[in-house]
């Protein structure tokens, strides 16, 4: 598929899978409830666990962050370049949809520089949710092939190779830097 019909695809609704810095990504555009619905089914995921959104700028991350309750040092840890990819749990604004943050009044974000992310992001104009690209039971795909192999030939892939990060990411708590998932 070409990159240009992902960004068709994001914005009628459909999941596409994308790399990141580890493994694919299965995503959608966050703010669409079907679309995410849609999602949570091919990966057989409960809605209670809530999804991790990445972006390559806090521009469209700020939408679901509840901003008014971090502090510069907070904004700081959030924007800080790191070694390794890190998801950042943070506060969710108000009106952020359950379905994007399950259980918690919380959201999972990510800054994420991987080209793929960043294209897709940039063309779209949002964020996108960001789950691994596998089906239940099976290994994250770390290629477009292993997708097409999980999910079927016409699934929409953006076909590029993911970088050089063997874990997908950590997961830390903004507020106490704790680690809620090893990276």
């Known amino acids: 598929m070409q990159k240009h019909d992902l960004i068709k695809a994001l914005k009628q609704g459909e999941v596409i899978a994308y790399p990141t810095e580890a493994v694919f990504g299965l995503g959608c555009d966050p703010n669409n409830q079907r679309a995410v619905t849609q999602l949570l089914a091919l990966k057989q995921r409960p809605v209670d666990k809530g999804?991790?959104?990445?972006?390559?700028?806090?521009?469209?991350?700020?939408?679901?962050?509840e901003e008014?309750?971090?502090?510069s040092a907070h904004w700081a840890r959030l924007s800080q370049p790191s070694a390794r990819p890190t998801t950042w749990v943070v506060p969710a604004r108000a009106g952020?949809?359950?379905f994007l943050t399950g259980r918690f009044d919380t959201i999972a974000v990510r800054?994420?520089?991987?080209?793929a992310v960043v294209w897709l992001c940039e063309h779209a104009q949002m964020a996108l949710?960001?789950?691994?690209?596998?089906?239940?039971?099976?290994?994250?795909?770390?290629?477009?092939?292993a997708v097409k192999q999980q999910f079927g030939e016409g699934f929409p892939v953006y076909e590029s190779a993911v970088g050089g990060v063997q874990n997908?990411?950590?997961i830390r708590d903004i507020f106490t830097n704790?680690?809620?998932?090893?990276?």
């Open 168 to 170: 997908p990411s950590e």
């Open 178 to 183: 704790t680690i809620i998932r090893q990276g």
């Open 68 to 71: 008014d309750k971090l502090q």
């Open 96 to 98: 952020t949809p359950h």
């Open 111 to 115: 800054l994420c520089t991987h080209p």
């Open 129 to 145: 949710t960001s789950t691994s690209a596998n089906l239940s039971g099976q290994a994250p795909c770390r290629t477009a092939q």
């Open 51 to 65: 999804l991790i959104l990445v972006a390559p700028h806090l521009a469209f991350l700020r939408p679901f962050i």
